[in-house]
């Protein structure tokens, strides 16, 4: 197409309104919530870039099929309809309906995980390492070399570090590998994609030594763009027959229905394994619901089924992926660094980067999240040591390895002009960087700090405003 516009390949149904504050007042609610966005209310905030999680606008197909929605507690219509769409997209027999990805997690890492075992991921997303580690099994990211050069162009950034995973493997001994998961696209690992070939040779790596290989596919419909559009050879296989090669390869799958199926709650487990299945089974029926709704009602399983579908139509995928490029691409024309190339779902601000003159222990990302938020009322998450920090034996901050700050795109919901807003907020936000000031800790949970911990600007007069 000779447009440079990206139109959004829909029309507006429905519209939910957004409160305009100003920057003064926004400065006051920030401060009420002690600097961090977790604690704001969702009605002071302007553009929600939070997450791509469940906050997914549907369409009117999927809002007609919540009307169809069958409830009953045994043998649902939609229970048929969604079990069909997802082996018939995963191949795989055995499916297992979940109210949401953690729950898939929790039943298979629980059975599989305890004491001594192993999981090796290109990076496990954070509740899939606390589901592994609550089982008290270890989990191990072993993410491509290319992954830690935030600059360079490599198409296939999520990949996993095949050598590192036959060391891993004859490290701890085949039979302590519980499994091995490939997390399609990398979230924690800047939402970069894995490639087919990569796929490919995790998998003869997993056969070569028996073992289970899992594909957390919550994002795999956007990872089969980049395959389309990057890896040789496939720019003539559909984005769903893609995604279809993948499954193939791997024993089954945990999906978030959260993100690609295009609804606001929802996960399933789907596996190839008749005995692992049955197992997983009776987890399912103690802790989520009967095995044909699991943790969903017959409305959500619908939209599921009718969500999967969707996610793969050509146009919508050619928006999705351009339009989170459009917005990564303009603001580091604008000089903000950011992790290159462009993710599927999220654009990663280098914070530590961007503000240079802020030391880790003054939390750059969570700088960057508050003054996003005051200049614009923009809502972003900090990926850096507020997150993912500890602490040594002296109370010293012990930094993560990057202070990014993740801009998730919801899917469908906000038009490129809401994205030009974004990109003229950070404009203004270069002006000042160098003015900009760091934050203190003032109260922290012991696990999940980030949900919850107070701040307060380091300095003791207002610096912040
Ligand atoms: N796996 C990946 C790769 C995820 O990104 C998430 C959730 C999950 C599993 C868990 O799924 O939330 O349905 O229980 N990611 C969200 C995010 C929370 O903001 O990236 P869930």
Not at 254 to 270: E, Q, T
Not at 418 to 429: A, C, N, P, R, S
């Amino acid at each position: 197409m000779p447009f440079k516009t990206i139109i959004e390949p829909f029309k507006i149904k429905s519209v939910e309104p957004i409160h305009m504050s100003t920057e003064a007042e926004r400065c006051e609610y920030i401060k009420e919530a002690h600097y961090n966005p977790f604690l704001l209310h969702s009605s002071q905030v302007i553009i929600d870039l939070l997450t791509d999680s469940g906050t997914s606008a549907m369409s009117s197909e999927q809002w007609a099929g919540m009307m169809r929605g069958d409830e009953s507690y045994a043998g649902a219509q939609s229970w048929e309809r969604l079990e069909a769409e997802i082996q018939d997209l995963t191949g795989y027999p055995y499916v297992l309906p979940t109210h949401q990805g953690r729950a898939a997690e929790r039943i298979l890492y629980s059975y599989l995980g305890g004491k001594g075992k192993i999981f090796i991921s290109n990076t496990h997303f954070d509740t899939t390492r606390a589901n592994i580690e609550f089982s008290g099994a270890t989990a191990i990211d072993i993410p491509c070399a290319e992954a830690r050069h935030a600059d360079s162009a490599d198409p296939f950034k999520g990949n996993m570090d095949i050598e590192m995973l036959k060391q891993t493997i004859s490290t701890y001994g085949e039979e302590n590998i519980a499994a091995v998961i490939l997390t399609v696209t990398n979230n924690s690992g800047g939402g970069q994609p894995v490639s087919m070939k990569n796929a490919k040779a995790v998998a003869a790596v997993c056969h070569k030594h028996n073992l289970l290989f899992i594909i957390d596919c919550c994002r795999i419909a956007e990872n089969a763009y980049f395959i389309h559009h990057k890896e040789p050879g496939y720019d003539t296989v559909s984005y769903r027959e893609i995604a279809q090669e993948m499954f193939a390869l791997a024993d089954g799958c945990i999906m978030s229905a959260k993100k690609d199926a295009l609804v606001n709650m929802g996960g399933f487990l789907a596996l190839k394994d008749e005995e692992l299945a049955t197992a997983c089974t009776n987890l399912l029926i103690i802790t989520e619901g009967f095995v044909t709704y699991g943790g969903l009602s017959g409305r959500d399983m619908e939209a599921i089924a009718i969500g999967l579908r969707e996610v793969f139509d050509p146009g919508y995928l050619n928006y999705r992926i351009k339009s989170t490029a459009y917005l990564g691409e303009h603001i580091r024309n604008i000089g903000v660094p950011l992790l290159y190339p462009i993710g599927g779902h999220a654009v990663y601000v280098d914070a530590g980067a961007l503000y240079p003159h802020i030391p880790s222990d003054q939390y750059p990302g969570q700088v960057l999240v508050c003054e996003l938020y005051k200049k614009g009322g923009i809502r972003a998450v900090e990926i850096g040591s507020v997150m993912f920090g500890k602490y040594d034996k002296h109370g010293r901050l012990i930094p993560a390895p990057k202070e990014l700050v993740r801009l998730a795109i919801p899917r469908r919901v906000y038009t490129q002009s809401h994205i030009d807003y974004v990109i003229e907020v950070f404009e203004e936000l270069q002006k000042n960087k160098n003015n900009t000031q760091g934050l203190k800790i003032t109260r922290e949970p012991k696990f999940l700090r980030h949900f919850t911990a107070h701040f307060e600007p380091y300095k003791t007069e207002p610096v912040l405003a």
